[in-house]
């Protein structure tokens, strides 16, 4: 094992006091693990609170920050918080207009979410919630915990932030992420298996010279595993596999997402065929996002999401935004 | 009949399962979850012990309900809140007394599984903890040992199953042939039970 860490138990310690060091502007509560954005409660704005384990940055904690989230809660790495960071986090950015929970769908996540809402709720704090669960990867999801909540995270916390920054009400922020949620759809691809600083050796066995097809973002295996393909192979297989489920009635924003270990210039060369494939199935993209957003660890590889963008969704995406990862307009 | 110091036996022996066994876990773990279920129970049962052991409860059912208090502010993931209820409704289920008996117990157990079948959305056949759980609740009204028999064959019998909950739920046929962390966890759980009664 090979990492810049000093210890496996210090390592989302370590990162968050980074973090802080790099982002003056947020306010890093390094032992309680909860991301604010410095000038919270801001008076009469909807708060927006997500988390999820720790190894997905820049998610969350880098997606805090004027119109995206007003706080993050870090947890162990690919580990769900507790519910005491996230209460803590919702007291600590309501000013009265109440709190979203931006949740991905795992069991961790739901379960602790549920329970922070009940003690956050127990403070007076108003909290509605929106499960993300983009996942296409996941098929018989009655028959499993659902579809898992991947890269249209960052489209839900993106579009309902800028909404929540506009002044909406809770009930307009929670009725557009879940509209964003409903039009997103997502399928990830592995290159290599991940190493979590606790175990030191890949949670799996992915032999040079093949992919996993149809992995979430804590390093399991994925839906099957096949010889290594094209860059223009596994577009077509991904965009093909979200298009199966999602029959977009407008422009797309397309985000083409990096796992953490695959350079820039592959993933460049991947949205080019991701465009390809839009372009031969007639889906018009309005706007692309490239780049390492919802990581995992130091996986090689890739997801593709796209997301229906009406008039609304689109002019709520081009809204400033201005945190760690994301950042334009202002 | 099983006092307070019975129930902090109990939690102790648990806490050194999990120590010893957080490897093996975590290694379960990674072969059909995310690789940190050993870890994420050694968090939780160190927090535990050094909660029992500043502010020991007098009663079996405030023992339970402190160590699942603990489990839920400090272990995150599924196991946090799944152990968490299931420690914390059994804690309720004994109410005040100073001693129950071990009917008693396997009465608060089954109704501390209640309320994880119901909190998860599982049951037995699912790959899961109350694989273990179940049958060792069952057993329980006859002795400690019968308990732990029927915890570890519980979890035995998760090896051939398709998971259906959880983390290991996507990788629908994959699963199959992999004992599932949290069965075995929870037969970690009912041995020590054994244990303190010795």
Known sequence: MRMLINVPETVVADGLRGLAAAHPGLNVDVENRVVVRGDAP????????????????????????????????????????????????????????GVLFVVKNYTGDVLNFDMAQ????????????????????????????????????????????????????????????????????????????????????????????????????????GRERRPMMTSREIADFAVNAVLEDLQPSSPVLALVNGMGATPLLELYGFNAEVHRVLAERGVPVARTLVGNYVTSLDMAGCSVTLCEADEEILRLWDAPVETPALRWGR | MLDADFFLRWMNALADAVDREAGRLTELDAAIGDADHGTNLQRGFTAVRAALEKDAPDTPGAVLMLTGRQLISTVGGASGPLYGTLLRRAGKALGEEAEVSRAQLAEALRAGIAAVAQLGGAKAGDKTMLDALEPAAAALDESFAAAREAADEGAAATVPMLARKGRASYLGERSIGHQDPGATSSALLVGALEEAAR
């Open chain 1, 42 to 97: 801001v008076a009469g704005k909807v708060g927006l609170v997500s988390g999820g384990g720790s190894g997905h940055e820049p998610l969350h904690g880098g997606f805090v920050g004027a119109g995206m989230l007003s706080a993050a809660c870090p947890g162990e790495v690919f580990t769900s918080p507790v519910p005491d960071q996230m209460a803590r986090a919702a007291a600590a950015v309501d000013s009265g207009a």
């Open chain 1, 118 to 221: 009940e003690l956050a709720e127990d403070e007076g704090v108003q909290v509605a919630k929106v499960l993300v669960n983009d996942d296409v990867a996941v098929q018989d999801s009655l028959y499993t915990a659902g579809r898992r909540g991947t890269g249209a995270t960052l489209f839900v916390e993106k579009i309902a932030g800028a909404a929540a920054e506009e002044g909406a009400p809770l009930e307009r922020v929670e009725a557009v992420a879940r509209r964003v949620n409903e039009g997103s759809r997502s399928f990830g691809v592995a290159l290599s298996a991940v190493t979590t600083p606790a175990k030191g050796t890949p949670t799996f066995d992915l032999p040079s010279g093949e992919l996993e097809l149809g992995i979430g973002i804590h390093g399991e295996p």
